[in-house]
T-cell receptor
Framework: DSGVTQTPKHLITATGQRVTLRCSPR?????VYWYQQSLDQGLQFLIQ???????AKGNILERFSAQQFPDLHSELNLSSLELGDSALYFC?????????????FGPGTRLTVT | AQSVSQHNHHVILSEAASLELGCNYS??????LFWYVQYPGQHLQLLLK??????LVKGIKGFEAEFIKSKFSFNLRKPSVQWSDTAEYFC????????????FGKGTHLIIQP
């Protein structure tokens, strides 16, 4: 158990819908990262938040957005869902947003878009 | 942008065999290097990391990796594998001193036969 929690574990929804994935980082970690894992693209970095502010962006689609709240939990919002958005979404946390500190991964949310 | 290449997508070994998984990255600056393991149905766990200093790093469960800067490589090794090492192994990199998310390789699926 890494100490990072993600809810829900599984999510099935239809195309065109909107979903919200939730992540609680390890106690004391200020930085939260979101990743997408799919068969064709592999593991891809989406976005990072540090202490409530967006710090870095990766291959995140405009239909996707995220935020980090004052209690440091984070939410990833996926809208206008397409079949290709079906994937495992991982959240990771680290103590700092600098210097490439190691990241601790949560168990992931498996999203299926039908 | 950096990229990571893992040469072996599937590796099958017998117990007690030696293991070496290749990882090459492309980025001209200072990097931080990681190997993560994903056991079936579980989250990503950090095996080992390199930030600076001794290029030979030792991780958990008897794994080690060597950073060869001239070859842009960070190969993972284990002298004698066990059935419990069956898992997916990911090499990852981010920029030294930066706040980037991790760039992952496509992964190597390792199967250890008893």
């Amino acid at each position: 158990d890494s100490g990072v929690t993600q809810t829900p574990k599984h999510l099935i929804t239809a195309t065109g819908q909107r979903v919200t994935l939730r992540c609680s980082p390890r106690s004391g970690d200020l930085s939260v990262y979101w990743y997408q894992q799919s068969l064709d693209q592999g593991l891809q970095f989406l976005i990072q938040y540090y202490n409530g502010e967006e710090r870095a962006k990766g291959n995140i689609l405009e239909r996707f957005s995220a935020q980090q709240f004052p209690d440091l939990h984070s939410e990833l919002n996926l809208s206008s869902l397409e079949l290709g958005d079906s994937a495992l979404y991982f959240c990771a946390s680290s103590p700092s947003g600098r210097l490439g500190y190691e990241q601790y991964f949560g168990p992931g949310t498996r999203l299926t878009v039908t | 942008a950096q990229s990571v290449s893992q040469h072996n997508h599937h590796v099958i070994l017998s117990e007690a065999a030696s293991l070496e998984l290749g990882c090459n990255y492309s980025y001209g600056g200072t990097v931080n290097l990681f190997w993560y393991v994903q056991y079936p149905g579980q989250h990503l766990q950090l095996l080992l990391k390199y930030f600076s200093g001794d290029p030979l790093v030792k991780g958990i469960k008897g794994f080690e990796a060597e950073f060869i800067k001239s070859k842009f490589s960070f190969n993972l090794r284990k002298p004698s594998v066990q059935w419990s090492d069956t898992a997916e192994y990911f090499c990852a990199v981010n920029r030294g001193g930066g706040a980037d998310g991790l760039t992952f390789g496509k992964g190597t699926h390792l199967i250890i036969q008893p």
